[in-house]
């Protein structure tokens, strides 16, 4: 017999020793024999099995209703978070994309690692019979992937636009300077000609001067004042 089904058995068995001595007190106080002992052992799984089956269709319909909407978020919050990368449009569970991350090569060993972690916790969930929230992960675990897919891309175009911007912006500065430097060469050309005609140099260099903070002065007057508060 494997490991784990030995386990299974005899936690199966140590269950079952509290309800048989309970029935076979009540066989002892009610002498009623063994018909009253099996009697009573019967009624206490009916009874066990109807509250397992209130409290899973209780909570199945919590989850439906708010539960996984909110547990998709969880999990997306969790793996933008842990820098886990998008899953592909083949990945089926949670197990899935787990072992996926641990078996990319291409990422970092922190990331592999945290992902090792939690297939491990998901595992532990299914050694210890939580199969119910299992099902509820990698059902919450779907919506998650789309929202994180669009969640990355939308990302990715939001840096590709900044990075648009910030080119168009250097390409407007890099203009701007050039026509300011051919604005003052034009002004010295000016001011050799000045020269050359007998204008005294003095005198050039304060016209060529007045008429660059003439043009300083007009760009701060068209600079928005800040609020004084």
């Known amino acids: 017999m494997e490991p784990k089904v030995h386990t299974y058995v005899l936690n199966v068995i140590l269950a079952f020793v509290p309800d048989l001595v309970v029935a076979w007190a009540v066989m002892r106080l009610t002498e009623s024999g063994w018909s009253g002992f099996w009697i009573t052992l019967l009624a206490l799984q009916a009874i066990y099995f109807f509250f397992w089956l209130k409290q899973a269709l209780w909570g199945w319909l919590l989850f439906w209703i708010i539960g996984r909407q909110q547990m998709a978020r969880y999990l997306e919050n969790f793996f933008i978070e842990s820098r886990f990368p998008p899953p592909d449009n083949y990945t089926l569970d949670l197990d899935d994309y787990f072992s996926g991350i641990v078996a990319n090569?291409?990422?970092?060993?922190?990331?592999?690692?945290?992902?090792?972690?939690?297939?491990?916790?998901?595992?532990?969930?299914?050694?210890?019979?939580?199969?119910?929230?299992?099902?509820?992960?990698?059902?919450?675990?779907?919506?998650?992937?789309?929202?994180?897919?669009?969640?990355?891309?939308?990302?990715?175009?939001?840096?590709?636009?900044?990075?648009?911007?910030?080119?168009?912006?250097?390409?407007?500065?890099?203009?701007?300077?050039?026509?300011?430097?051919?604005?003052?060469?034009?002004r010295a050309a000016e001011l050799q000609i000045l020269a050359g005609k007998g204008v005294t140099t003095g005198a050039a260099v304060t016209a060529l001067a007045t008429a660059l903070g003439n043009d300083i002065a007009a760009v701060v007057m068209r600079k928005p004042k800040p609020n004084n508060r």
């Open 105 to 186: 090569k291409e990422l970092n060993c922190d990331t592999r690692i945290s992902a090792a972690y939690e297939n491990g916790t998901l595992n532990g969930m299914k050694v210890s019979r939580r199969y119910s929230l299992v099902m509820q992960l990698n059902s919450a675990s779907k919506i998650a992937f789309r929202q994180l897919r669009k969640t990355l891309r939308l990302n990715r175009t939001r840096e590709g636009n900044k990075m648009a911007s910030g080119k168009k912006a250097t390409a407007a500065e890099t203009a701007t300077a050039e026509t300011n430097g051919a604005e003052i060469n034009r």
